[in-house]
C-alpha cells in the first residue's frame, strides 16, 4: 500500500501540486487521470523519488520515503518497476539484455536461472522470439511490453505506468490496460498508473484520483465515476459525444434511467420513433 | 552567476560518482566497453593525425630552416619535441573532445531524454556511479595511452615524410631523434594527457547528463560540451606549461 499525505510541489514560483492525499491499495489499480499540466507526471515522480516534494510524505507499507536516507530509499526502489511513457529501454540492449539487466544488476543468480526468469516474464507479457530484437526493431506496442516485463522481473511490490497507452492503438492500448490488471491481481501489485486514456479508465480504474489545476478534485471507482456529478471530472471524462452516449449507456444499465434529455431534442427533430423491445410472446 | 551554479552542480556530479557499486562486475563491464569506445573507437583518426603532424611538422621546419650551418638532424629534433609536447597531447586530446566528447554528451542526453536515466534510479542504481565514473575512468586509461601511440606515430610520420621528400634520411633523422632527448618532456605530455583526459569525459559527461528537453537541445548539449572541453584543454595547457615547464 502506498500513502500520499499532503503533498506538496512547487517549481520556482509556480505551485504544481497542492496538498495532495490518496491512499493506494496493494492489489488494484490505482490510476491517477487529469489533463496535461494537471500535476499528475510530478505527483508520480515525487512519488518514486524523481522529485522531492517541498512537503508531505510518501509512504511505502507505512515507512516514510520523503525521510528515508538514500541507502533506504534504495532498498525501497529496489521493490518498484516503472513503465515509462516512452518505454525507456536501452537501445544498445537487445530485449532478452534489457529485461536480464536489472537481474545482472541485483542477484548474483547463474546465466540460466536469470534466462529462464527472462523468458518466464516475457512470455508473461506475450513476447516470444523477440529476445535478440534491439529497441528499434520493434513496434510501440512491443516496446511496451518489453519495458513491462524489465519492471516485473524482480517482482516489485510496487508498479508505477505512466502513461502505458501513448502513442498506442486502441486495439494494443486495451492489451497492455489487461496485461497490467491481471500483473497487478496476479502478484499482488501496487500499480499506480498515470493515465488520460479514457478505456483505462473504465477498464482498469479500480481507484482513480482525478487532479485539476495541481489539485487533488475527484477521487473514486471506475463504477462510482459514472455518477460523479462533479462538473470538471465529466467535462474531462466525458469529452466527446460518443463518450456521453457511453456514459448514458453504462446509467441505462446500471438504473434504468437517463438523468439528461440530451439526444431528446435529436429523436424530435429527425422524427425517429422510440425503440420497443419485442416482447417474449413474439 | 548561471556559470557558477553550473560549475557548483559539476562538482556535486563528481562527488555523487563516489559510492559502492550495486554490483562490481556490472560496474567493469561498463568500464571496459567504454574503453573499447573510447580506446579503439578513436584510434583511426588518432593514428591518421599523428601521421599527418609529424610529416607537415618535418616539411614545414625543413622549409624554415635554410641556413647550411644548422645540420639536418636539428629537424628530427624539433619534430620529436613539438609533438611529444604539443601536438600529441594537446591537438590529439582537442580531437577527441570532439570525438569522444560529443559522443558521451550525446549518449548520456539521448539517456536523458528518453528517460532511460530516470529508469535506472528508480532501480535503484546510482547513476552518476555506473554511466559517468567508468566513462571517466576509461578515458584516464585509454588517452594517456592514445597519446603514446600518437607520439610514436607522429615521430615516424615525420621520418617518413622526410624520407620520401629527399629532406633528410632515416638514419639522419633517427640519429636527431636521439640527440638533446630531455626524459621529463616525455611525463610533462603524460600529466597533460591525464588532465586532458578528465576534461574530455566530464565535461561532456556534464552537459550530457543535465540535458533538459528533446533532440534539439542533445545537439546543442554535445556541441556546447565540445567547445567548453576545447576551452578547458588549452587553458589547462597554459596553465600546465607555465606552472611545470
Known sequence: MIEVKNIQKKFGDKTVIQDVSAVMKAGQCNLIIGASGSGKTVLMKCMVGLFVPD????????????????KAKTEVRKEIGMLFQGSALFDSLTVEQNVMFPLDMFTNWPVKKKLERVNEVLNRVNLVEANRKYPA?????MKKRVALARAIVLNPKYLFCDEPNSGLDPQTSLVIDKLIKEITIEY???TVVNTHDMNSVMEIGDYILYMYQGNKEWEGTNR??????????????????????????RMLEETGQIPNHRNMDLLIEKDIPPIIPPSKEG | MTIFSDIGRYLLMIKGMFSKPENGKMYWKEFMHQCAEIGVGSLGIVAIISVFIGAVSTIQTAYQLVSPLIPPSTIAQIVRDTVILEFAPTLVCIVLAGVAGSRIASELGNMRVSEQIDALEIMGIN?????????IAAALLMIPLLVIIAMALGIWGGRLAGSMANILSGSVYDRGLLESFVPYNVIFALIKSYVFAFIISSVPAF???FVQGGALEIGRASTKAV???????????????????
Open chain 1, 55 to 70: 512537503e508531505g510524505e510518501i509512504l511505502y507499507h507505512g515507512q516514510n520515503f520523503t525521510s528515508m536516507d538514500t
Open chain 1, 137 to 141: 526493431e520493434l513496434s510501440g506496442g
Open chain 1, 188 to 190: 499482488n501489485i501496487t
Open chain 1, 224 to 249: 462510482e465515476i459514472i455518477f460523479s456529478k462533479n462538473q470538471r471530472l465529466n467535462d474531462f471524462i466525458f469529452a466527446s459525444e460518443f463518450l456521453k452516449d457511453a456514459k448514458d449507456m
Open chain 2, 127 to 135: 547513476t552518476k556511479g555506473y554511466l559517468i565514473m567508468p566513462k
Open chain 2, 207 to 209: 552537459f550530457g547528463y
Open chain 2, 227 to 245: 567547445v567548453v572541453s576545447c576551452i578547458a584543454i588549452l587553458f589547462s595547457d597554459y596553465v600546465l606549461s607555465a606552472l611545470l615547464l
